[in-house]
């Protein structure tokens, strides 16, 4: 609109746009003045009246704005609220309310519209006057900012543009924000909480909009802000925060003169101190986000020259000529650069182009990868242009957070200044943080920035990094850097921190005592608030610690010369230079200072000593210049009890802290008025003249800390370790906080701007609050402490911190000081790293920016705490609903009064439904106990050898036997209709008249720990937001539930989790909503794995839950797995369970378990008799674990109540039929549906209670699953629960609240268990999901990573042993630097050998990418554990252990890997002279075996400790077919060795082979070699014949096909009967087979072998064939040692199976063993052994098993078992025949859900033990229907022989014997029982992954042995009926406690001379030991 106004002061027509902006402009009217003023005065008129109907426009509009809202909120109401009342099924009334408003709302907007007519016609008419105006021309206004008709527009300032009176400076600067739209960049929540932002509209002086113009039309927005209550028609004092890509739909809105913050203003230009240029909001979201290494980073810090010089990627959107400039003067940069050797990255093409920004035709596209190049880089090119943009601010934001400095290139045909380009720059000042250069000068940047030093490099990243982190870290961060930006602008102060302050002081604070009135007088504050108006803005905004906060005192204030008179002071301090020269007391009496009259305070901090105390104040009460006296007592009702304060004029402030914390002493109480503080513990006796100096020193520096004791450390080069001491020196590293004096300024840094993760390290150490305190101050000022010493005088002493210098040429980044959880890099402050024997390393102290963790004192056991929260929880509940009741009534005063009396009364009755709920959880929480029933009973008598339990009968207790149920199932696959796998359920009629069913919803999220992602990649992409929002969810409900089971994934989260969540989390566990299932490290495998690995990623687990959350799980979760086996189950009954789930079991086993209603039982073990291992266990009944196969048999009906898949969810249900939101319109069907499902899942089971698990892989990552999930099942519960009809009770509920409502439900028995359960024996192997579908391939799948599992879990458990051993014996002898980091390697090795437990992880069942994850993960661990044995050897077989910090003995270990899918190198040891080696036995039995190592020479001898000869036999190593390696030769000798003990040897080099090993014999095969190739060797061509070539040693003959070098026939020779056992490779063929499946397309058909090339080498201590096979070496060796390894033959082969395709190689033994009905045993994790029969119903790979350890087949009179040292698929498909799959290659998947093939082979090693045993006339026929049977102690021997080889170490070339012992064994008798193992001596974790305890947790395994074989040649005995722990050990046994497995549950404490232990056969148990 264009409506002249004549002024006639000036005879001029103002010209005002009612429009888009409002402009002023003037011209002269030359028109009569009398027509003039007439006709103004019709318009004046015309104005009046438009804006009084614009008023009431305005009015209207606000209250149609309101009503609006009102309705908004009553429909959110209604939605909240219940979809039907409980007394009646009518809708809310809230529908009522809501049609009012509508009428209402209807009403207001026809009188607006009657106005805007009205309006109208006023236009209209004013126009027609405006025409008669002579010369007064309207201006049509262009409404774009770049017309020239709105530079006044354009011009706007604060002073013409804004209303200074709403922001007087004797006000704090207030900001009231409104919302518009929706917005996920901000946190409204923290944004709110700022202490500026308002919630009183009319108080505020400025008002933020926040809008996202992208997002929205112009229409809306513009309709938006003209309703807003404080537009004013011009919306002055208004901020639009622009969070949208791009402000141009901006463009077309009338914003009056409100101020615009946004990034990309296009081609438009800032208002200069006006608008404000800020970041891409946008950046800040999940898509866009710059996603990089963090800052903390050792690259960003130490690298401050990176690989390239300057860096550019980008792409030109326009080939204009600003850009072809551009792009030629980059080309001419790269082109000097290259020519003077500069690496620079310079590209104007990108490869992938990043199109995730809004670009503008001028800018250059920023390329994908522009991050990791970024991170390379020293500087990056950031061009600018006419207006900010999109590229030049995302691309200086990837620089900040890189660390890259920028280097701003300027357009020639800029016309702008930096403020109007980049961020802040009105304060901010970039030239600090780059460098700023023309476009003509791009060539030469190379050069300019070439001669740039390290300082300047150092200080300006720095500096950027402070700018990022304390102005754009985070979207929050830039909005509140935006305001201050605005106050600072206007001039005001920040907000008042000692305001802050009264609001976050935890305890009380008050006088000990009244002051003396005479001296309050005297009491003299500072001068607070001094600089409110005259502080530097610039120095604000560029140094720490930011512009946020108005601070009452400052440390670096400049005052007065100290020589200064000050007149008119009377008293107080005088001039220096008024004492004249004094000295000493004279000197000390003239204290002067730069203050003319000052005082300190006293904050003393004390805990638990009153008396000193005492005596200290008395000490303190004359001080001269004391101000007050701050008292913190920390726990002061415990120690303040009857303290009587001294009496002296001195005020004295008591803090009556609740808890102990060192931090409390720097707390800024608003009492603490004076600048000085003088901190000082209770027990510091300093003088009244030493404080009154020190006093003064601090007055002259008042920036620094001055203190008394100091402390200093450096770094001993000669003992490689940090010296640290405390005595009187001028050089010091700190000075303690223990008396010193600080500025007041930083105590408020301290608690509110440094991190909080800091002051929580200091609580959790209690201790270094002075280390903190230290840095913090340097950090700020760049300058050290101050040390005073009284020694010889006063004395002064001003150190160079250490912590500011560089004093190691690899020095440790420290983040110091941590502004809004950033970091202080390493530009900053380099220190050295501190000393171990402190207990405090920086980097621990100071960890990452999302570690912000609070101290929760919680003054109650864990027990009491759940019942008052769960009271406090329902008194809530109960006065809520009151007072909803009240205000309700309140509302309604015209209700009627029978209604009113209804809802009293039930009021009263969900009031009484409470307290007897509240009554019910109290009782059960008082029983609810430590579950102590984990132990093993005593329940037969064991005779001295322990045979009598192997030949007694077992495993016939069970009501379902496993092996006879396979018998019976036809495994047939009929359609079952919806339920494919079963049946079409019926639910009798009346099935639920009498009963009510109970149903438990359990939200899950399934999260594996590496699958099609890696471990690290799953957590950080979904299961660290799956926690985050479960926690988040959970809390806003007390009713909601969900468990959770990796505690590898939750352990990432709980270390980046903050403060609060952890705490939540904690919460949730502790009421149980949260509940932790299994509690395992992972959810491991169970068919590949060993007990070893089971139990030690448990007891990770639960000893992470342990220390973390405090809690103990109770119940078992296992619904991924391929299969299960008793073992597991057996454990966690040990580990003090009850209960446990699971799911992947044959889909025929479930029918059958089913239509006998079994799919609940009692778990128990073979072997037991009674009921001791009974658990109780529940199998789903359906095909998977996800959401359609939960609820109830119908996949299709229980798919719609995912509420994950809605339409637009992502996800969708395979049949067709999406969820439907649950609404007032179809709750009741739908709850119908739902609730048929379960009724129909009830009839499978014997009770009325339900579970229905809630979840699927990864589920709840999205933030808004768990919103839909938990809300539409909320209303379904609503609706069924308030329908007594329905005879349904149903909710959320965890696994243990499932388990816990089936036992009450059917009883229980004494023990615990539910009544009337059958019991159940046996495993569920092998898997099937459907049709023949068989997961047999996994037993075998990647079988390379499954020997490299156990690989490191025999160097893991031989390095736990070791370390605990060595341990102890280093805290005896006093060793304090005894491998200072060796157990931080324990405990990340077993996580990643837990880590590999995990079902998709040993299976071989994850993507290429995964697999080699775990792979490095293994190999780092197995070197890591060869460090650690190395080191533990290093102490104990050192003879003199005061030296063993010397570098004379060194220790090599015989063995490595290069890479993770490398085969074991045998390292060559060079003897020279001699060289000792050093044998280690992990295994606790005596034991004598052949070793092998690899020499440079064959002219060697071997000698014992007692310098005794070895025999000994040297072999030559081949090179290839034709010539052995010259100098790399095997020496093979026995050695003898005691249980955990260590021996050693000596290799001596010899003039004559004579004397020394006897070299072996090699006939060569199938080829020709020449004769004589190696003098001493005896290398001969041999033929094939007929004539077996035979091996012989004390115990077996092997025969060998002469042609083949095959297995032909072996005996044992205590029988001399001789056993067929022909050995042939061959494979399966397939076309279907993938990771998981084994589908052959038949019989194994064998590899041809024909002539192959092999070697015979004979010696007298080993035979052995070497003999090349297609796809496999093999290679067989007889030991002739007498020792265990010459029971059995040895077979290793390394298989390569890489040429093959669709391919599966096997190895079979065909016997003429005749074991009946095909049955033979194999073992189930290594643990027991279970009875396998081939049946002939099932299809081959239905007959596949897994074999962790060993399997076997026997007859009457023998046994032949195959030991394996790793997991494989094994079967016996014919009579007398074991074949075991070895490699898999195929190219297909199986459709499981990997999605590839199995192609990453390896060369794969193998080792087999085949043992023939004959049996003795004691043995009895084990019955056919007995399922279990057991491995002879020769049998257990030789598994644990070949799985736990000997450790070999090779000392140094200079380390001789006399500084070594001979030998070293803990054992007192050098070794265990035959029958007991020693599973593991593991060292219990502290508090921290770096610290152990003095505890160990010793667990022993009691063998189940077959007496009915040879004991022969072992070096032990059977274990008695009883053994004495303590006659073990040659350690002293101080401390002894019996455990559950897992250390969850303790029992009493065992003392006295002897500690007798009852040790059960088969029975694992768990001893804490405290050996000294």
């Given at each position: 609109f264009n409506i002249p106004h004549y002024n006639s002061s000036n005879q001029s027509c103002d010209h005002t746009s009612l429009g888009r902006y409002v402009v002023e402009s003037t011209e002269k009217c030359q028109q009569n003045v009398d027509s003039c003023l007439y006709l103004e005065a019709r318009v004046k008129r015309l104005r009046s009246i438009k804006a009084a109907i614009q008023n009431e426009i305005k009015v209207l509009s606000s209250r149609r704005f309101q009503l609006d809202h009102d309705v908004a909120q009553l429909q959110l109401l209604k939605h909240n609220q219940p979809i039907y009342d409980n007394n009646q099924d009518k809708p809310c009334q809230c529908k009522k309310d809501t049609d009012i408003l509508k009428k209402t709302i209807f009403h207001q907007r026809s009188q607006i519209s009657l106005q805007n007519d009205l309006l109208t016609s006023l236009h209209q008419a004013s126009t027609k006057i405006q025409h008669k105006l002579p010369h007064c021309k309207p201006i049509n206004i262009n409404l774009t900012w770049k017309s020239e008709a709105t530079k006044s527009l354009r011009d706007c300032n604060l002073q013409r543009c804004f209303h200074y009176d709403r922001c007087p400076i004797n006000k704090i600067f207030t900001a009231y924000i409104y919302w518009y739209g929706y917005n996920t960049i901000l946190n409204s929540r923290n944004l709110q909480s700022l202490p500026f932002v308002t919630s009183n509209v009319s108080n505020a002086c400025l008002y933020v909009v926040i809008i996202n113009s992208t997002a929205t039309t112009h229409t809306d927005l513009q309709g938006y802000l003209h309703t807003l209550p404080t537009w004013h028609q011009n919306g002055k004092n208004h901020l639009l925060v622009d969070i949208g890509w791009t402000i141009k739909n901006l463009l077309a809105v009338n914003i009056g003169y409100a101020m615009v913050a946004g990034a990309?203003?296009?081609?438009?230009?800032?208002?200069?101190?006006?608008?404000?240029?800020?970041?891409?909001m946008q950046l800040y979201s999940k898509l866009h986000f710059i996603n990089t290494t963090p800052l903390h980073s050792p690259q960003f810090a130490v690298s401050l020259q990176r690989e390239y010089l300057l860096h550019f990627q980008g792409q030109a959107i326009t080939n204009n000529s600003i850009n072809q400039y551009f792009r030629a003067q980059l080309n001419s940069l790269s082109s000097i650069a290259k020519s003077i050797g500069i690496k620079v990255d310079i590209q104007t093409q990108c490869p992938n182009i990043n199109n995730l920004y809004h670009y503008h035709n001028f800018e250059w596209r920023l390329c994908r990868n522009n991050n990791k190049i970024l991170q390379k880089s020293t500087f990056t090119i950031i061009l600018l242009h006419n207006a900010p943009c999109i590229s030049t601010l995302a691309r200086l934001m990837q620089a900040l957070v890189s660390g890259s400095i920028p280097v701003f290139i300027t357009d020639y045909s800029i016309k702008i200044t930096l403020a109007q380009t980049l961020p802040f720059a009105e304060y901010i000042d970039w030239n600090l943080i780059g460098v700023i250069l023309p476009s003509t000068r791009l060539p030469e940047v190379a050069r300019v920035l070439i001669s740039m030093t390290n300082s300047d490099i150092v200080k300006k990243r720095s500096q950027g990094q402070f700018f990022y982190r304390t102005y754009f870290s985070k979207s929050d961060q830039v909005l509140h850097a935006t305001l201050a930006l605005l106050r600072t602008r206007l001039q005001l102060p920040a907000y008042p921190i000692d305001q802050y302050v009264k609001k976050h002081l935890p305890d009380k604070l008050a006088l000990a005592h009244p002051i003396n009135i005479n001296k309050a007088n005297l009491l003299i504050p500072s001068i607070s608030y001094a600089r409110n108006f005259s502080s530097n803005w610039y120095n604000l905004w560029n140094n720490a610690p930011g512009p946020y906060w108005l601070y009452p005192f400052n440390a670096d204030n400049t005052f007065l010369p100290t020589d200064s008179q000050f007149n008119g002071f009377g008293k107080g301090f005088q001039p220096i230079n008024g004492g004249g020269t004094a000295f000493g007391k004279s000197f000390n009496k003239h204290l002067g200072g730069n203050y003319p009259v000052e005082q300190f305070t006293i904050v003393i901090l004390t805990h638990n000593r009153p008396k000193i105390l005492h005596q200290r104040l008395i000490h303190l009460s004359n001080m001269l210049y004391l101000n007050k006296i701050v008292v913190v007592w920390n726990e002061y009702d415990k120690y303040a009890k009857n303290f009587q304060w001294p009496q002296f004029d001195i005020p004295i402030y008591i803090y009556k802290s609740k808890r102990n914390s060192l931090n409390d002493r720097f707390f800024p109480f608003n009492t603490i008025n004076t600048e000085a503080v003088l901190s000082l513990d209770d027990d510091v006796d300093l003088s009244a003249d030493e404080i009154d100096f020190a006093f003064r020193v601090w007055r002259e520096s008042r920036d620094r800390i001055v203190g008394f004791p100091a402390r200093h450390h450096t770094w001993n080069p000669l003992a490689k370790k940090w010296f640290y001491d405390s005595n009187k020196t001028c050089q010091l590293s700190m000075v303690l906080t223990g008396a010193a004096f600080i500025h007041k300024y930083y105590l408020f840094l301290y608690t509110f701007t440094m991190s909080e993760h800091i002051r929580k390290k200091v609580d959790d150490l209690m201790n270094c609050e002075d280390i903190a305190m230290n840095f913090l101050v340097s950090h700020i000022t760049g300058k050290s402490p101050i040390k005073y010493s009284a020694a010889g005088g006063w004395l002064a002493t001003i150190a160079s911190i250490k912590a500011a210098t560089v004093l190691n040429s690899t020095p440790i980044l420290t983040p110091l000081f941590l502004y809004h959880k950033s970091y202080l890099s390493l530009e900053i402050i380099l220190i050295k790293p501190p000393l171990k024997e402190l207990s405090f390393a920086v980097e621990d102290l100071l960890l990452s920016?999302?570690?912000?963790?609070?101290?929760?004192?919680?003054p109650i056991d864990t027990a009491m705490k759940r019942r008052v929260f769960l009271f406090s929880a329902a008194v809530f509940v109960v006065i809520f609903f009151t007072m909803h009741m009240v205000v309700d009534q309140m509302a309604q005063p015209n209700a009627d009064n029978v209604a009113q009396a209804q809802k009293l009364v039930k009021l009263n009755e969900e009031i009484n439904q409470l307290k007897n709920s509240l009554s019910e959880t109290k009782k059960s929480l008082s029983s609810e106990g430590d579950n102590i029933n984990y132990k093993a009973k005593q329940l037969i008598s064991v005779d001295s050898t322990g045979c009598s339990f192997a030949q007694s009968e077992s495993g016939l207790s069970a009501d379902i036997k496993m092996l006879d149920i396979y018998k019976i199932i036809p495994f047939d696959n009929p359609d079952g209709g919806a339920w494919k796998q079963g049946w079409d359920i019926n639910v009798p009629s009346g099935a639920f008249d009498n009963e009510i069913l109970q149903v438990f919803v359990v939200p899950h999220s399934h999260n594996d720990p590496g699958w099609i992602k890696t471990?690290?990649?799953?957590y950080l992409d979904q299961s660290k937001h799956i926690i985050s929002n479960v926690v988040a969810n959970l809390e806003s409900n007390p009713n909601r539930k969900f468990i959770w089971a990796e505690i590898s994934f939750l352990s990432l989260w709980w270390n980046d989790a903050s403060a609060a969540q952890r705490s939540s989390f904690k919460k949730l566990v502790n009421n149980g909503q949260l509940e932790i299932v299994t509690g395992g490290w992972v959810m491991n495998d169970e068919a590949n794995t060993n007990y070893y690995a089971m139990i030690d990623q448990m007891i990770e687990g639960h000893e992470w839950v342990r220390l973390n959350i405090g809690v103990k799980p109770r119940v078992g979760w296992s619904i991924?797995?391929?299969?299960?086996?008793?073992?597991?189950?057996?454990?966690?009954?040990?580990?003090?369970?009850?209960?446990?789930?699971?799911?992947?079991?044959?889909?025929?086993?479930?029918?059958?378990?089913?239509?006998?209603?079994?799919?609940?039982?009692?778990?128990?073990?073979?072997?037991?008799?009674?009921?001791?291992?009974?658990?109780?266990?529940?199998?789903?009944p359906f095909y998977s674990y996800d959401i359609p196969h939960t609820c109830g048999p119908d996949p299709a009906v229980c798919c719609q109540f995912d509420f994950q898949r809605l339409p637009g969810g992502g996800v969708y249900c395979p049949w067709n039929i999406p969820p439907q939101p649950i609404s007032h319109a179809n709750v009741q069907q739908r709850a119908s549906m739902l609730l048929q499902q379960y009724r129909k899942k009830a009839q499978l089971f014997r009770t009325n209670v339900v579970i229905a698990p809630l979840g699927d892989d990864f589920r709840y990552a999205d933030p808004q699953e768990p919103v839909r999930q938990f809300t539409n099942y909320e209303k379904l519960f609503q609706y069924m629960n308030s329908k007594p009809e329905l005879k349904v009770k149903i909710q959320f509920g965890t696994l243990s609240d499932y388990f816990k409502a089936l036992r009450k439900s059917t009883g229980q028995n004494d023990d615990g268990s539910p009544k009337g359960y059958p019991k159940l024996g046996g495993d569920f192997m092998t898997y099937a999901d459907r049709d023949q579908h068989y997961w047999s391939g996994y037993f075998t799948s990647r079988p390379f990573y499954k020997n490299l599992d156990r690989v490191l879990e025999t160097k893991h458990r031989a390095a736990e042993i070791a370390y605990s051993l060595a341990s102890r014996v280093a805290a005896k002898e006093k060793i304090s630097n005894y491998a200072t980091n060796q157990f931080s390697l324990l405990v990340k090795s077993r996580r990643n050998l837990g880590l590999f437990q995990h079902h998709d992880g040993v299976t071989g069942t994850a993507k290429d990418h995964v697999v080699i994850d775990y792979g490095n993960r293994m190999v780092e661990s197995v070197r890591d554990m060869q460090s650690v044995i190395a080191s533990a050897a290093k102490l104990l077989m050192t003879k003199d252990k005061e030296s063993y910090g010397s570098n004379d003995i060194q220790f090599d270990v015989d063995e490595s890997r290069a890479t993770h899918d490398s085969l074991t190198k045998k390292h060559v040891l060079s003897v020279t002279k001699s060289r000792i080696v050093v044998f280690y036995n992990s295994l606790a039995q005596k034991r004598k075996e052949l070793v092998s190592i690899h020499v440079s020479t064959p002219n060697i001898k071997v000698v014992d400790a007692n310098d005794q000869t070895i025999a000994c036999q040297i072999n030559l190593q081949w090179r290839d077919k034709n010539s052995p390696h010259e100098n790399e030769f095997e020496v093979l000798f026995p050695i003898e060795i005691s249980g955990l003990g260590f021996t050693r040897v000596t290799i001596k080099k010899i003039d004559s082979s004579s004397e020394g090993c006897k070299p072996s014999k090699t006939s060569i095969y199938n080829h020709k070699v020449k004769q004589n190739l190696m003098k001493g060797f005896d290398v001969r061509n041999a033929e094939c014949g007929k004539d077996y070539i035979t091996m012989e040693n004390s115990f077996l003959i092997a025969d060998f096909d002469r042609c083949t070098g095959l297995l032909q026939n072996i005996a044992d020779k205590s029988s001399g009967i001789k056993r067929s056992a022909e050995l042939r490779f061959l494979q399966y063929t397939t076309v279907s087979s993938g990771a998981y499946l084994f589908l052959p397309t038949g019989t194994a058909k064998e590899v041809h072998i024909r002539n192959p090339f092999f070697r015979h080498i004979s010696g007298f201590l080993r035979d052995e064939i070497q003999a090349y096979y297609p796809n496999v070496y093999h290679n067989v060796k007889l030991v002739d040692t007498n020792g265990i390894d010459s029971r059995s033959l040895h077979i290793h082969n390394i298989v390569d199976v890489r040429d093959m395709n669709n391919r599966e190689l096997i190895m079979r033994i065909s016997t003429n063993i005749r074991n009946s009905n095909r049955e033979y045993f194999t073992d189930l994790n290594g643990f027991q052994m279970q009875r396998r029969r081939t049946l002939d119903k099932l299809p081959l790979q239905a007959n596949y098993y897994p074999m962790p350890t060993m399997a076997f087949l026997q007859d009457a009179r023998l046994r032949m078992t195959l030991h394996s040292m790793q997991a494989s698929g094994i079967a016996s498909l014919t009579q007398g025949a074991l074949e075991v799959m070895l490699d898999r290659r195929l190219g297909q998947d199986d459709n499981r859900g990997l999605g590839q093939g199995v192609h990453d082979n390896k060369r794969t090693?193998?080792?087999?033990?085949?043992?023939?045993?004959?049996?003795?006339?004691?043995?009895?026929?084990?019955?056919?229907?007995?399922?279990?049977?057991?491995?002879?102690?020769?049998?257990?021997?030789v598994s644990q022989t070949i799985n736990h080889p000997m450790n070999i170490l090779f000392g140094d070339e200079k380390l001789s014997d006399e500084k070594l012992l001979k030998s070293y064994s803990p054992l007192k008798s050098s070794s265990f029982p035959c029958d007991l193992h020693l599973v593991t001596a593991r060292s219990i974790q502290g508090e921290s992954n770096s610290k152990a305890t003095d505890e160990t947790a010793i667990i022993l395994h009691r063998y189940g042995y077959d007496c009915g074989y040879s004991m022969t040649p072992l070096l032990c005995t059977p274990l008695g009926s009883k053994i004495d722990f303590r006659s073990l050990w040659n350690l002293e046994v101080s401390k002894f406690k019996e455990t559950s497995l897992t250390m969850m549950h303790e029992e009493s404490e065992k003392s006295g001379e002897s500690i007798d232990l009852l040790l059960q056969p088969m029975e694992l148990y768990t001893y804490k030991v405290k050996f000294n």
């Open positions: 990309n203003f296009a081609h438009l230009v800032p208002r200069m101190n006006f608008d404000i240029v800020i970041p891409p920016e999302k570690k912000v963790i609070p101290v929760f004192i919680v471990f690290q990649r799953y991924d797995p391929f299969g299960y086996t008793p073992t597991m189950a057996y454990l966690l009954k040990r580990m003090g369970m009850d209960s446990m789930l699971i799911q992947r079991v044959h889909y025929s086993v479930k029918k059958y378990l089913a239509q006998k209603r079994q799919l609940e039982f009692m778990w128990r073990q073979n072997w037991d008799r009674g009921s001791n291992t009974d658990i109780l266990c529940h199998v789903m090693p193998y080792h087999f033990a085949l043992l023939l045993e004959n049996m003795t006339k004691k043995q009895t026929t084990v019955k056919a229907k007995i399922p279990i049977a057991y491995p002879s102690l020769i049998g257990h021997a």
